[in-house]
């Protein structure tokens, strides 16, 4: 047996294929197949299918083009047996190092210096007499039910969110009604004030009109009487002639007057505050989603206030054949698919991780990456530190089928190398100072600050419920505890605790940190008073622990710091 696998180790270190040709596998040759015989149940490359087809011309013979059906073909392996990372071959080992099920194309390319190698025939004796085998059948039937039941609780759900939906339609209607209104109510004041000055106006229009006309008749009355009375004597004349001055001079009088205004107008400008404060807001109120948890048997583990303890530890290596210099892993963060994000700043690269830690992708950044934060969905931010402002910010990465692409980058005008997010803001810090900015990049207010010393505000943590935020002083040697104003409701010190620089809470309220200086991990109770114990020290394989975060899929702690390897703590 043992021969068998080593020479199957070695077949797939010369060259690993998806399908070896069955004929040439059997000579203990390694040759990639081209071609399926679905009779034979066989795979043949291109010198063993001329040879089939001489032999067995009514055969059915699959080309490449169709090796998606030589997969499910009767006689190829099992899919309950079909290794998911080879799917040409079959399941025939076991990795005790991982715990996983390997095919020895697995063992050879990913499991080489794995020491707890077995074969699966080995490991399955009395398999069948284990209690816990013979009840996965009653296991997977009241998995089903309860599936079932909640498919029809999700289903009525759906109709209680429609009817939420009209709900809130019919509010935003009346809210429109009342806004209507209101507008209705400043464009009648504002019409009245123009009816008021255009009635002015007018009056003023007809009253030079009256003017107008006057004094027009007078003129023409002295005109017919200066005519008549030049015919009469000269005194009559003289008189008819002083007046007519008289009247020549007040009509000049009124024609001035009348004539310093040109024309009569009214000019409208309008107050733009209106249209700024309704761009300025996005919506009618708030919509927030919330989540009812279904009550459930209290267990330990919701306690936030619950002591673990270490099961056991292990170390993976991360570091990469062209990394120029020793890792160091300064942001840790785990993907809703059980992908890790690592980021390795003295290599300025962001790292994808598989469940078993394995580097499956990355991508090189501009400058220095301090801190990575999961955002939503197969989405995280990176922080890169920079005093270059063109590099400085945030950039966003998408991790999808196991392959990174960047996005989009936020450039912010402070330092940032920390970041975190809770409901739709991000939390940014500097040296000194927590800032919250929405996630499109605008500021919103400056959450807290301390100037005393550099490195008083380095990294954070928000509780589920974004009531509490923890806060790692580099500098000072604490954790500071805020309310989700700023307001600072404890502070902690102690001896373990030096130069912290990670800091995680669970969804339940578990807190940890890892500090930099005293090689240490530890747990402190939800109000961040106390210490509750110290769980991982030097001697545990820490050195300048960085940035932890707790994976509650394995119950486990992942700790990155200044070496090629993460720690992973499997808690009690």
Not at 157 to 175: E, G, P, Q, V
Not at 468 to 496: A, E, M, R, V
Request: with cysteine.
């Amino acid at each position: 047996m043992a021969s068998k696998f080593e020479s199957s180790i070695q077949r797939g270190c010369d060259f690993i294929h998806d399908f070896s040709c069955s004929p040439c596998e059997e000579n203990g040759f390694n040759t990639e197949a081209h071609h399926y015989c679905t009779q034979c149940t066989k795979y043949y490359c291109q010198n063993c299918v001329s040879k089939h087809n001489g032999l067995y011309q009514k055969h059915a013979v699959l080309g490449q083009k169709d090796v998606k059906k030589w997969e499910a073909a009767p006689g190829v392996v099992d899919a309950l047996e079909r290794c998911g990372m080879h799917p040409g071959e079959a399941l025939k080992l076991v990795c005790g190092d991982h715990d996983q099920l390997c095919c020895p194309v697995c063992v050879a390319v990913d499991h080489r210096q794995c020491s707890k190698i077995h074969p699966i025939p080995d490991v399955a004796k009395g398999i069948q007499i284990n209690i816990e085998f013979q009840q996965i059948p009653k296991k997977i039937a009241e998995l089903e039910k309860q599936f079932e039941l909640k498919k029809e609780a999700r289903m009525k759900n759906t109709t209680s969110l429609k009817k939420t939906r009209a709900a809130i339609s019919d509010k935003l209607k009346t809210i429109r009604k009342k806004i209507n209104e209101i507008l209705d109510k400043i464009e009648k004041a504002t019409l009245q004030d123009v009816d008021g000055i255009i009635a002015k106006l007018e009056k003023n229009i007809k009253k030079d009109i009256e003017t107008c006309d006057k004094m027009t008749i007078e003129l023409q009355n002295m005109i017919a009487a200066v005519q008549t009375k030049s015919k009469s004597s000269e005194s009559k004349s003289y008189i008819a002639y002083r007046k007519s001055q008289d009247m020549i001079s007040q009509a000049n009088d009124h024609l001035r007057g009348i004539s310093v205004i040109e024309c009569y107008n009214v000019t409208f400008q309008a107050n733009n505050l209106i249209e700024e404060l309704l761009s300025s807001i996005q919506t009618f109120g708030t919509i927030e989603e919330q989540t009812v948890m279904t009550k459930q048997r209290k267990d330990p583990l919701s306690d936030p206030n619950h002591v673990f303890s270490v099961a056991e530890y292990k170390e993976y290596n991360v570091r990469m054949s062209d990394d120029k210099g020793r890792c160091d892993i300064q942001g840790v963060c785990e993907m809703p698919s059980g992908e890790f994000v690592i980021v390795d700043n003295n290599n300025c690269k962001v790292k994808l991780l598989d469940k078993e830690y394995r580097v499956i992708d990355h991508c090189d950044v501009p400058g220095k990456p301090y801190y990575v934060c999961h955002i939503d969905g197969n989405e995280v931010a990176v922080c890169i530190y920079s005093v270059n402002a063109d590099i400085r910010g945030l950039y966003f990465i998408n991790a999808t089928k196991g392959k990174f692409v960047t996005t989009r980058k936020l450039s912010i005008t402070h330092g940032c190398h920390a970041i975190a997010h809770h409901g739709g803001q991000l939390y940014l810090f500097s040296d000194t100072a927590l800032y919250v900015y929405t996630l499109s990049g605008q500021k919103v207010k400056m959450l807290y600050e301390d100037i005393s010393l550099v490195w008083s505000v380095w990294k954070c943590a928000i509780s589920n419920d974004g009531e509490t935020i923890y806060i790692t002083n580099f500098s000072k040697h604490q954790l500071i505890t805020l309310d989700n104003n700023g307001n600072k409701l404890s502070l902690l010190t102690d001896p373990d605790m030096k130069q912290p620089r990670g800091v995680h809470v669970t969804p339940a309220g578990h807190v940890f940190v890892c500090c930099q200086c005293s090689d240490t991990v530890m747990q402190v109770d939800k109000d961040g008073k106390k210490k509750l114990a110290t769980l991982a020290r030097k001697e545990d394989g820490l050195y300048g622990p960085r940035d932890l975060c707790f994976s509650s899929r394995i119950s486990s702690l992942i700790v990155g710091g200044l070496k090629d390897t993460l720690l992973v703590f499997k808690l009690n």
